[in-house]
Structures are given as structure tokens and as C-alpha cells.
């Protein structure tokens, strides 16, 4: 069982946060949806305008909330700075649990969200950091990947021939709309979230393939050139890190599949194949409209 709680639900319009608002007002909670961006999220029950770069607006969103989902701002290599003075001001303002987006190639005390993971314990004693590996949505939303495919039939990586346990941004939403209002306290550690397999890029690209009946091939890029194609348009550190993530998923570290969605939220994660049939599906039927 659990009480109605009040969640201001950070990056409310972005992958993971407008799901936790559906979730969260499925189940009879209060979800705050906070965002620089409309439109409001389905089932939010107000919104608030949220920018981690704002402090004069962060008393206001705080107001009557009791918990928070926490999605770092984008591009930003260092987190922290701006989030730490806002999670303090929550916690004295009756916050009392938080559930952090972090991600599965940075654990505690590494760069970016890895120094925000590593306060978190010292704030609140109810807490989780949420580690999902590479979102599935990165190849059906408005990811650059997802570009790729649909202009060009190209996925573009410096990730060899390493394998990811992709996740459906469904699942964590799920994952996170449990531990924000279960009655027992998150459990006070870190979660990595998978989907049921790992992957190779090559292997996705036989899958869309399949999937949508047009070709799509993984085209390998070393990391200079895919840093050098990724600070066109991000800020040098946040490409240089992304770079080094490729980097480490071609030597191995994301080839692991976790249980935790399953445990968490008592059914097992969504394949990448379901999804991309799915959104092929859609995208099928919209063309057929238009």
C-alpha cells in the first residue's frame, strides 16, 4: 500500500520525466511537472517553470512537495554546481525523498552525476539512484542516433563491436514511480537498469532493419572522428565524455543485463525488438494518415 504523496518531477517534459508524470497520476498521486518546456505532461496536476540555472523560481516549485525525481540538466559536465544548493533547499523545505536519474557508465564519485549520486546519501534518508544503461529511445525519439536512422539509414558510433543492454525509457519510468511512492524507503543505493539483452550497434542495425523493411547499418567511427562530429553541436567536455563512453562500451563495460526492473516492479523489461516494432508501427500508420 502506499499514502498520496506530491512529486515535483524534474525535466517533467524529457524522456523518462513525462512517463513518471503519467505513472505517478495513474496511481492517485500529485505530480508536479517541472520544466523550461511545454506542454504540460499528460496527468500532471500543475506545472511549474523549472530551470536548474534559475534559483529565484526553485522555492516555488518546492512548494507542498514531498519527494522528487531528479533529471540533471543536459550537456552539463558538471552537475553538481547547480543541483547540490537546490537539493539542499528541498530537504529543508520537507523534502524527504529523492530518486536521482543517473546512468549506468557512471557510478558514485565519477564525473558529472557521479558527484551528485555521491551527495545524495548525506541529504536525504530515503534515496536511490536510478543507473539505466542506453535509452532504446535513442534510436525512435529526437536522439541523434534516431536522426541517423531516419534521414540516412546510418548509426554512427565508436562503440566496435560492444554490446548494451538497452532499456525502454518505459521501464525506468516504472522503476522510479515505484520507488518514489512505495510505503518501505527506496533502497538507499544504486539500481542499474537494463533490458533483457545486450547488443552489439551491428545488431541493432540488423534489427530496424528487420523491423521497418528499410536498410540501416552501423557505420564504426573512431573516437576522433565521433568527437569531432559531436562538438558541432555540444560544448567540447560534453563530447569529449561521451566519446570516452563509446570507448568504454567498446571494451566491454556496458555487456551486462541486470534483474532489477523485473524486481522492482514485478514484470520483465521490454525487449528492444517490441520497441522498435512498435514505433515502427506508429510510424507506418501516421504516413498512412498524413
Known amino acids: ?43 500532471a496536476a500543475r506545472a511549474v517553470r523549472f530551470d536548474w540555472y534559475d534559483p529565484a523560481g526553485h522555492g516555488a516549485a518546492l512548494y507542498g512537495a514531498d ?10 559536465p558538471d552537475p553538481a554546481a547547480v543541483m547540490l544548493p537546490f537539493l539542499r533547499q528541498a530537504r529543508a523545505a520537507g523534502v524527504r525523498r529523492a530518486v536521482l536519474l543517473g546512468s549506468s557508465a557512471i557510478p558514485a564519485g565519477g564525473p558529472g552525476v557521479g558527484q551528485v549520486h555521491a551527495a545524495l546519501p548525506g541529504l536525504f534518508d530515503e534515496w ?16 541523434l542516433h534516431a536522426g541517423s536512422i531516419r534521414s540516412e539509414g546510418v548509426i554512427r558510433t565508436a562503440t566496435g563491436t560492444g554490446r548494451v543492454g538497452f532499456v525502454d525509457a518505459d521501464d525506468i519510468a516504472a522503476v ?13 543505493t544504486d539500481l542499474v537498469l537494463t533490458g533483457p539483452q545486450a547488443l552489439s550497434h551491428d ?88
Open 67 to 76: 519527494r522528487l525525481y531528479l533529471v540533471p540538466p543536459i550537456g552539463d
Open 128 to 143: 536511490a539512484v536510478l543507473r539505466p544503461s542506453w535509452f532504446m529511445q535513442n534510436f525512435t525519439g529526437d536522439h
Open 203 to 290: 545488431e541493432v542495425a540488423t534489427l530496424f532493419t528487420e523491423a521497418t523493411g528499410h536498410p540501416v547499418r552501423h557505420l564504426p567511427l573512431t573516437p576522433e572522428q565521433l568527437r569531432g562530429r559531436l562538438s558541432a553541436t555540444l560544448p567540447e567536455g560534453f563530447a569529449n565524455l561521451l566519446t570516452d563512453l563509446d570507448q568504454a562500451i567498446a571494451a566491454g563495460s556496458e555487456d551486462r543485463v541486470t534483474d532489477t526492473v523485473e524486481r522492482i516492479t514485478g514484470r520483465p523489461p521490454r525487449a528492444l525488438r517490441e520497441v522498435v516494432e512498435e514505433w515502427a508501427a506508429a510510424a507506418s500508420t501516421a504516413r498512412r494518415k498524413s
Open 176 to 188: 522510479a514511480a515505484r520507488l518514489l511512492t512505495n510505503a518501505s524507503a527506496p533502497p538507499a
Open 1 to 43: 500500500m502506499t499514502g498520496h504523496h506530491t512529486v515535483l518531477v524534474t525535466g517533467a517534459t524529457g524522456t523518462t520525466g513525462s512517463r513518471v508524470v503519467a505513472r505517478l497520476a495513474a496511481g492517485g498521486h500529485t505530480a508536479v511537472a517541472a520544466s523550461r518546456r511545454t506542454p504540460l505532461p499528460t496527468g
